[in-house]
């Protein structure tokens, strides 16, 4: 004991599970998109998840609406894996917005009208993930919790995780950033931006009511359109950076579900409370300063080092490239992925849903698959082998009329 303050954890050697050449770390949408694309490199990926299942806030968290790959205007806007993890959730059904201009034959004159968004069952997306990952080869680590890193001068060597086994440490050639927020990037020195306006309450739900069962999106909501309100049930925000605070979120937050589930009505065989998140609904936390930040000027503006595209789901029209320079900063063998890439603004609020974290994933598992110095990464391969794979990089790839953008 040093005082009532702190204690010294004594230190000690600690054991080698296993080396990897990718070690990715958090299971959400950005996680698994990056494990797929290094894996499909023919790498040794490791994806280490402190939750029991994969997919995050789009699964687990019950975020089950895959916002739009479209612009909005007609246009397809994300390609690769963004798109088969679109058609991966809904391989076996859809939950309801089914986008039939888009996947239908013969209906495509609908597109400028209906975005090419889908609403899935999360948990069957989440064993399809697990399955599709496993197909490829990924070690999936389940239960386990990044909480430390071994860094030598610029490079990580290595991450401490915590699980049933006890306290491990991981080696790796390149890592990958997908906690969603920034963990790693803070382990491991980064300059981080955190979200200081915090987070509104969310508590969304499933129930089956009336026989029938059904999404309840409670709380402040992406899917409000222009002109409806958003549902404020707390006056509280939350950072979601904190144990004790995130804990309380998440207390809240079944308060009020139980609550509002038992206004329509007592537990019956045709009213019952199916499914609560099992993970905090929280939005913006941490992310990497990188070595560009996005910014929502940034529409239909060129970057020669662009990983990809991505749309806005909260308005038609505005098209961006991702800048492999916003995928990473000082660290030369970390790159991150997912809701804590390097965007500024409004730009982090467009950046942090389904697609653009595929987007990011699939870019940042293709580049650890191919180094693990990002400093030095001849960006033209990876745009190439990004190509090969169907992404389309700049907004000329896309076939737009000159009035389009
Ligand atoms: C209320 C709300 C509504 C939303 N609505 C929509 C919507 O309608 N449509 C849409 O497209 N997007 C929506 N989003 C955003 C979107 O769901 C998420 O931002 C996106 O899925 C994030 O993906 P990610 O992979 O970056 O992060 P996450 O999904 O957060 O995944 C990160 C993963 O990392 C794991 N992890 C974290 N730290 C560690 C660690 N130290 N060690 C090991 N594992 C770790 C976590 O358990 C988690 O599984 C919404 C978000 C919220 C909160």
Known sequence: ?????????????????????????????????????????????????????????????????????????????????????????????????????????????????????????????????????????VDILYGTAVCGLDREEDRVRGVFIENKSGRQALLGRSFVDATGDGDLCRLAGEETVVHEEGNPLAAWYCETIDGEYKLRIFGVSDLVRPGEEAEAISARRYIGLEGRELSEMVCESHDRVLEDYLSKGGVSRTHALSTIASIPMIRMTRRLRGRYEMREEDAFRRFEDSVGLVSDWRKRGPIFEVPFSALHGKCKNLITAGRCASAKGDMWDIMRVIPPCAVTGEAAGTAAAMTGDFSTLDVGRLQKRLRENGVKLHIEDLSMGKDDA
């Open 1 to 137: 004991m040093c005082d009532k303050k702190t204690v010294l954890e004594p230190s000690r050697q600690i054991p080698v599970a296993g080396e990897y050449e990718v070690v990715i770390v958090g299971g959400g949408i950005a996680g698994v998109s990056a494990a797929l694309a290094a894996a499909r490199r023919g790498n040794r990926v490791v994806l280490l998840e402190k939750m029991y299942g994969l997919g995050g806030l789009a699964t687990l968290g019950l975020v089950v609406v895959y916002l739009p790959i479209c612009d909005g205007r007609g246009h397809q806007v994300c390609h690769g894996i963004a798109e088969e993890l679109l058609h991966l959730s809904i391989s076996h059904g859809w939950e309801d917005r089914y986008p039939d201009s888009w996947l239908v034959p013969g209906r495509e004159a609908g597109r400028k009208e209906q975005r090419f968004e889908v609403q899935y069952n999360g948990q069957v997306f989440a064993i399809l993930l697990e399955q599709l990952l496993r197909k490829e080869g």
